[in-house]
């Protein structure tokens, strides 16, 4: 069972307002910010000391991820996390998560600022990774309303629907294709 | 009816030997034949050969078997596979773990869906499409493959073997004449590979399809099929005929064959009458022995449901519905076959007992008794119809129609009075223009 965190509206208000020195480009890329101490300094408030070459990964070249882990360690950088001193750990895995490999995938990181929608997305998701459901609300409340907004989810039913309604023309087109050609013989009735 | 030829007889046939293409020819230009309106070929590989010969080494290996209520080993893996891979059972869940978790399916789904039933890394190069015009009301689509078509002639021999006959097939003779009676069909001349390059005929005995009549009864004799395979409807027109030819055996199947009519083509035929139970969409699935239908594949999972789904206890009957993977592009998971039966046990091989196809069907009798269509069917037994159908209208009143027979009207009117007590009962042959026919229909009672 989780446990009741912030309230989403704090945590959306927060991402709106995210600095712009969190929006530049990362030092990986030719840019003043690293992202590596961000994440570092990031885990250090919330209680957690992780050794330099568990860091290391932050400190990558791919623009999307870098971005996102800039803008996720604004969010948890939250007075609320930071003031429990427990959340290093959980926050170091949802940094580095598939969860956020997937979502740059299709959404662009300045986005996760300027669309309400995936502003609540984020939230949630964070507030997911750390074993916490967003204050006044119940578990499925919360797991329904991520659902709602579920990018990688959406895609990944646009995808399944898009390959399986792809299949299915191939085989209508092969029995239009058989049909016309002709069938084996059955020997008996049937 | 005229199916257009897309593919080259190379394509048909990947396997045709000198010798038959010869017999090929022969048949299809016989001065004699009919005009066959179709041509296929079994379209087996090499390699596709070889897994029908695995397919029949393992079934006179291993016949069907299992304990009552459990699911045969090999059932887990097929209902993991297709939950992984097949939409539609993916779609409806349930769990390999437990059979009857699994929702069954049945012909609406397949009439609106087949392709829901292809796994999804099926390649669609070695698809058949069969339709079927559905005894059972509508036409369906069945998505075939070339090793699940051809096993039927492994099946086949089972039920053979079964009366001590052996299908040998061989180079130059033909091995299988499929005899019809309808107003149309789909009639051909084939090679069949397996069977060593034996050919395969279907005909229509219709004469509008002959150039003469005659040629019906010339063609068969110089054919001289080991088996003959049909219904008892194209058996009857068939035993009307002037034919010298010996089969080895006969396969009926499709309709309803009563005891007598067995009898009658026995005698006429000096060989064993078997009746087999079969659909398009599974092939063969049992065949007559003493007081049931003996399960023939060993790949093929039977269950008796009853409306919900749920088995029936042994000896009720319910609807049959059938578990199997034979066929790559239709891998069956509970489907239902609307046909039903009793499933019990003879010295561990599984029995189909009171099978009749459709649902069953209560008639009124006349002093408020209950008529079940087994009932009729049993009173039946000793009259050699080919085809029958008993109708009750909404006044209670009785029709009976019947083709083939050496019957008086009064004779049959007599046995359903047995049953029916006093009702109105009119008898009488079906006319010759009417070709399909439902055994057991009624009205709704009048208020």
């Not at chain 2, 897994?51 to 893996?77: D, I, M």
């Not at chain 2, 003879?346 to 009749?356: A, C, Q, Y």
Request: aromatic fraction near 8%; hydrophobic fraction near 40%.
């Amino acid at each position: 069972m989780s446990e009741e965190g912030p309230a989403i509206e704090a945590l959306t208000h927060r991402l709106a307002e995210t600095p712009a020195e969190f929006l530049e480009k990362p030092r990986a890329l030719g840019g003043r910010i690293d992202v590596q101490a961000v994440a570092g300094d990031l885990l250090f408030d919330l209680g957690g000391e992780v050794p330099a070459d568990r860091l290391t990964p932050f400190g990558g070249r791919e623009p999307r991820r870098s971005a996102l882990v800039l803008i996720a360690s604004w969010l948890l950088h939250d007075a609320w996390f930071l003031e429990r001193k427990t959340f290093a750990a959980a926050a170091y895995d949802f940094l580095r998560s598939d969860a956020l490999d997937e979502i740059v995938k299709s959404v662009d990181p300045r986005r996760f600022v300027s669309d309400p929608d995936r502003r609540e997305e984020l939230a949630r998701l964070a507030l997911r990774a750390l074993g916490l459901r967003p204050a006044g609300e119940s578990e499925p409340q919360a797991a329904d309303r991520l659902a709602t907004l579920d990018t990688v989810g959406r895609e990944r039913i646009l995808r399944d629907t898009r390959a399986a309604q792809q299949r299915v023309r191939e085989i209508q087109e092969a029995m239009r294709k058989k049909a016309a050609e002709e069938a084996a013989s059955v020997y008996g009735r049937e | 009816m005229v199916a257009a030829a897309h593919l080259s007889d190379a394509e048909r046939f990947p396997l045709l030997t000198e010798a038959g293409r010869r017999l090929l020819d022969h048949l299809r230009e016989h001065p004699r034949g009919p005009r066959f309106n179709m041509r296929c070929g079994d379209r087996l590989t090499q390699s596709l050969r070889e897994s029908v010969l695995r397919y029949q080494t393992n079934l006179f290996g291993a016949p069907p078997a299992w304990r009552p209520g459990e699911a045969p080993p090999w059932v887990h893996e097929l209902v993991e596979r297709c939950l992984a891979r097949v939409p539609i059972y993916r779609r409806r869940g349930g769990t390999a773990d437990d059979l009857t978790s699994i929702p069954p399916v049945g012909r609406d789904d397949l009439a609106r869906e087949p392709w829901s039933f292809v796994p999804d890394d099926a390649l669609l190069d070695d698809l058949i499409v069969y339709y079927t015009s559905g005894t059972h009301g509508r036409p369906i689509d069945v998505l075939s493959h070339p090793v699940a078509a051809s096993a039927r002639i492994p099946l086949y021999r089972a039920a053979l073997a079964a009366h001590g006959v052996e299908l040998q097939g061989g180079e130059g003779r033909v091995a299988i004449a499929f005899v019809c009676s309808q107003k149309t069909t789909l009639t051909w001349a084939s090679i069949s590979s397996f069977l060593g390059g034996a050919g395969i005929v279907k005909v229509n005995l219709n004469p509008s399809e002959w150039r003469d009549p005659a040629d019906r009864a010339a063609f068969l004799d110089d054919c001289a099929p080991e088996l003959l395979t049909g219904d008892p409807l194209s058996f009857a027109d068939l035993a009307a005929l002037p034919l010298r030819m010996r089969p080895k055996a006969l396969i009926s199947s499709a309709m309803h064959l009563l005891p007598a009519t067995r009898a009658m083509l026995e005698e006429r035929f000096r060989c064993p009458v078997i009746d087999v139970y079969s659909t398009c969409e599974s092939g063969p699935i049992a065949f007559a022995k003493r007081d049931g239908f003996r399960v023939l594949p060993n790949d093929l999972y039977v269950e008796v449901l009853d409306k919900e789904g749920h088995p029936c206890a042994a000896g009720e009957r319910g609807e049959i519905a059938l578990t199997g993977g034979r066929n790559l592009f239709f891998p069956m998971l509970r489907y239902r076959t609307g046909d039903w039966a009793a499933l019990g046990y003879e010295d561990g091989t599984p029995v189909l007992r009171d099978l009749e196809g459709r649902a069953p069907l209560v008639f009124a009798g006349a002093d408020g008794r209950d008529v079940n269509n087994i009932d009729v069917t049993a009173a039946l037994r000793p009259f050699a119809f080919a085809q029958f159908a008993l109708h009750q209208n909404a006044d209670g009143s009785l029709r009976f129609r019947y083709r083939g027979g050496d019957v008086r009207n009064e004779a049959i009117a007599s046995a359903l009075r047995e049953l029916f007590g006093d009702r109105a009962i009119e008898t009488g042959p079906i006319p010759p223009d009417v070709w399909k026919t439902i055994p057991y229909s009624r009205d709704a009672p009048a208020a």
